[in-house]
């Protein structure tokens, strides 16, 4: 019998653990499941997710309580009046989540644990597939909402093989209890978005020669992606090799973050040999015309972008210790940099540079592997995981 699933996410924006939710969901309703999804905020990809799910926002919108400086009184009364909206919002959403009588909920991040306490009233047994290792962890979760999953959870699902081993260490969860299961993606939608893409055109509009090595990087500006390393590497090779481009897909143009990036390329003198392009929907376009993927982060769980690079037959380098990339590459010293060697780094790049048929052969190792991340492979498996939990409790 087919359980009553609520899936949890904390947003719809662009990233790789809501890539993975969607593209759940998207197999789930081709199997004829009906599912329902309950996210903590919005984002751009919640057409995407509307598509696939019936979606509850919990979010609620409290614009109306921003304080007018010029009247006191008029502030008070609006202030009260949205106190009782509120309230009013959130027991009509107690009670449709209530009537729908779910069998189970299944969080898509350990980033949930505040909302997973709100949904106590449903007493309904959960699961969390964890795509985070400590210090995201520990940036994104308070300590009474990761202390609640610890102890309630039924089971956990790790996106690899270090996120299993973190928890285990850092946490003290029963390891009987975590199953490791990869994240996954559409790889016939990738590959048609790379057969598609107009390579050509995107290297004309960024000003690279057809015939130049561009290698990629991508991800948001934050400590563990280490953009800054991606630069520090980028001016390394460009001090020896001036025919080699680098493209950052990610960064919002015109935020503190990007004006920080331009300052540095412009005192480095690589400005020209460096682009940054503002996260888009159009990412495997840029993606297309990478040669490699430096996949510079000091901490990724398991990133997909690395994955879909991979579809693309192109090496993926990355740092050791830094997450679930080297178990992806198999400890392939090819490809593995000692963590934070920028020197290192530079030299390994430059070998594949220089190395077409290396980059050939690696390319298609990596393309051989990435076609096993498949939707239709992985998504059956959290399907039996789920069909094999026994019946539980619920939380009292």
């Not at 081993?165 to 990869?182: A, P, R, Y």
């Not at 682009?275 to 996949?295: G, K, R």
Request: aromatic share 10%.
């Amino acid at each position: 019998m087919k359980k009553k699933i609520l899936f949890i996410g904390h947003d719809a924006n662009v990233a790789g653990a809501q890539y993975v939710l969607l593209d759940f969901l998207k197999s789930l309703k081709q199997e004829g499941f009906e599912t329902y999804l309950l996210l903590a905020k919005g984002g751009s990809l919640l057409p995407e997710f509307n598509k696939v799910a019936e979606v509850i926002l919990w979010e609620y919108d409290d614009k109306d309580t921003q304080r007018n400086p010029y009247s006191r009184i008029i502030y008070d009364k609006v202030f009260k009046l949205n106190k009782l909206r509120k309230l009013a919002f959130y027991q009509e959403k107690h009670k449709e989540l209530a009537e729908l009588k779910f069998d189970l909920i299944f969080s898509n991040t350990i980033a949930n644990g505040g909302l997973l306490r709100s949904l106590e009233f449903l007493r309904c047994p959960f699961v969390v597939y964890v795509h985070e290792l400590e210090n995201s962890i520990q940036k994104y979760t308070l300590p009474e909402d990761l202390d609640y999953q610890v102890e309630n959870c039924i089971h956990f699902l790790a996106a690899s093989k270090e996120i299993k081993s973190n928890l285990f260490l850092n946490h003290q969860i029963d390891e009987d209890k975590i199953t490791v299961v990869n994240p996954f993606i559409s790889v016939n939608n990738i590959l048609e978005k790379l057969n598609n893409a107009d390579q050509s055109g995107i290297r004309k509009r960024l000003n690279i020669p057809k015939d130049a090595i561009v290698i990629g990087g991508c991800g948001n500006f934050e400590w563990r992606k280490g953009v800054d390393t991606f630069l520090s590497v980028a001016n390394a090779i460009l001090s020896e090799k001036k025919d080699v481009h680098f493209l950052w897909i990610g960064i919002q143009k015109n935020s503190v973050e990007h004006q920080n990036i331009l300052y540095d390329l412009e005192k480095m003198g690589i400005q020209e040999h460096v682009h940054v392009i503002a996260p888009t929907m159009e990412n495997m376009d840029y993606m297309s015309c990478f040669d490699i993927f430096f996949l510079s982060s000091r901490e990724d769980p398991h990133p997909l972008v690395m994955i879909e690079a991979s579809l693309n037959k192109i090496p993926v380098v990355c740092f050791d210790k830094s997450g679930g990339a080297p178990e992806y590459v198999e400890q392939d010293e090819r490809v593995i940099i000692p963590y934070g060697d920028i020197i290192a780094a530079k030299n390994k790049l430059i070998s594949l540079i220089e190395e077409q048929t290396l980059r050939e052969e690696i390319g298609q190792k990596m393309y051989e592997k990435a076609l096993n991340y498949d939707a239709a492979i992985i998504a059956p498996q959290i399907l039996q995981i789920i069909e094999e939990i026994n019946e539980h409790e619920s939380i009292s």
